[in-house]
Structures are given as C-alpha cells and as structure tokens.
C-alpha cells in the first residue's frame, strides 16, 4: 500500500515526509513529490483557475505519472491514499475530483478544491465509498471555511465516504486528531488489501 504525500506552498518533500513517522505504519510505502520552486502553482488556489496555469496542469500531470506508474507495479488507486497539506491539499482533492474513482483514501489538511468562488463543480467519476477525510481550522489564514464544506460536499455528492472535521481556532496546522484519523484510514486500506490477498 502506497501513500502519496504533497506538501503545501514554500515547503518541500521531506517535509511533508516527515509525518509518516507520526503514522507508525512502517509497511506502508511513502512517495513524496517536490515541488519546482517549493510551490505547485503560483497564485492562491481562490485564484481564476487560468491564472495558475500551466502551473497546475503540470502538478496534475504529475500525479497522474505517479498513479500511472504504480499501476505498473501492480499498485492500484485502490491500494493509494493521496494525502495533501495546505496547497497540497488543494491539489491532492482537486486531483482526486477530477479523476475520481475507489481510492483507498484521500486527506486534505487544510486546503479545499481549486478555483473562484462559484466554480462548476461537475466532475464525472464516483468514488464508490472512498474514504476522505478533510479537517481544517475554522478560522484558517488561507482557507475559506465555506470552500471546505464545499469540498466535503462535492465529494460526498460524488460517493465518498467524508468526514469533515472542524478545529475551533487550530490555525493553519495539523494536530493529532487529524494523524489519528489518518491513521485509521491506512488501517482500513491495509484490512480491505489484506482480505483481497486471502
């Protein structure tokens, strides 16, 4: 089992690496991608979608090279969790609506779905009962709280299964709430590949 990991604006993948220690799930393989100039696309993820282009078509692409190259390892979207953090997150839900299908999970740690307000958000693709998990601050610097209950509720418009969970006050962090709602995603993944081996 695979976790793909992206790491927010002005940070860099061991950074976002880091945090696989804090799973304590040794079996679990982590990829972590960098960023060009530690920033997958420039301007705020609010902003009109062309503005942030081709910046962000290329970190899309990039993440469909990844999937595409698992899937040559025999490593399926269903044995994958893709996990993002702030502009990484933005990313990792952005990418993962607009290919959607099983996951074993996808986590986005304060960030939300790219684009303006009143972008369309009629993606194709169901995620069949993906688990997600989305926790944010309800006062983030940098990301509008109706954008995360937006995203929650896209997703959940799409099939997934979504906990969204609010932190009064956190800031733009993780804590341990979120790791241990993780964690128990990567344990769900790990039981349902395990019960496909047997």
């Known amino acids: 089992n695979v976790m793909i990991m992206l ?19 040794p079996n679990w393989t982590y990829l972590a991608p960098d960023a ?12 009109p979608i062309e503005q942030n282009e081709p910046y962000l078509s290329s970190a899309l692409q990039l993440l469909q090279s990844i999937l595409l190259k698992l899937a040559d390892f025999g490593i399926l979207p269903i044995n994958t969790v893709l996990l993002g953090f702030s502009q990484g997150a933005c990313l990792a839900t952005e990418f993962a609506a607009r290919h959607a299908q099983p996951y074993g999970g996808i986590i986005g740690l304060s960030g939300g779905l790219i684009g303006p307000p009143g972008t369309p958000r009629d993606y194709p693709g169901r995620f069949v009962g993906t688990p997600v998990f989305i ?19 896209t997703f959940k418009a799409m099939g997934a299964d979504v906990l969204e969970r609010i932190y009064p006050g956190m800031g733009h962090t993780i804590n341990a709430d979120e ?20």
């Open 7 to 25: 790491h927010g604006r002005g940070s860099n993948a061991d950074n976002i690496l880091s945090l696989a220690a804090e799973f304590q799930r």
């Open 179 to 198: 790791l241990a709602h993780v964690t128990a995603i990567l344990d769900r993944v790990a039981a349902a590949s395990t019960t496909e081996e047997t």
């Open 36 to 47: 060009t100039n530690n920033t997958w696309y420039p301007y705020p993820f609010l902003a």
């Open 135 to 153: 926790g944010c601050s309800d006062r983030d610097p940098h990301i509008p709280l109706e954008r995360v209950h937006e995203t929650t509720e």
